[in-house]
């Protein structure tokens, strides 16, 4: 827990965010300002600052973001029809720096 890191207080309730699915490592919560009708961000409960990091430090906190993707994908209704993403740095978007990934679906989605 990084005590001010907007992710970690919401992993440890201390910020409420609804949970969309849960699993032993990850948490998902739907997007506060969605960019389509479905935007979950999958958020491993340790704090790493971006998905590389969170490759290096646990191969089994990597899989389980992932794995969790799969189940919110499924109860979403978007199985095969969605976008997985995930920002490295500011130049990139990155705007909270606590490792996740975006979840969208629920339209056609542009080419890029
Ligand atoms: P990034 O830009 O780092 O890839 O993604 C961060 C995402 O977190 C953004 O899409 C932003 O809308 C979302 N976000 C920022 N603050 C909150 C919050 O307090 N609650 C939730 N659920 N999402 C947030
Ligand atoms: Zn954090």
Redesign the pocket.
Known sequence: MTADC?FCR?VAGD?P?PRVAESERSIA?????P?APV?V?VVPKRHEPDIGALARSSTEDLADVFALVGRVAEQEGIATDHRI???TGRGA?????HA?V?VLGGTELAER
Do not use: P
């Open positions: 907007l919401i910020v965010s919560i739907r997007d506060i300002n960019a935007h961000l993403v995930a920002n978007g990155q705007s909270v720096f996740h975006h």
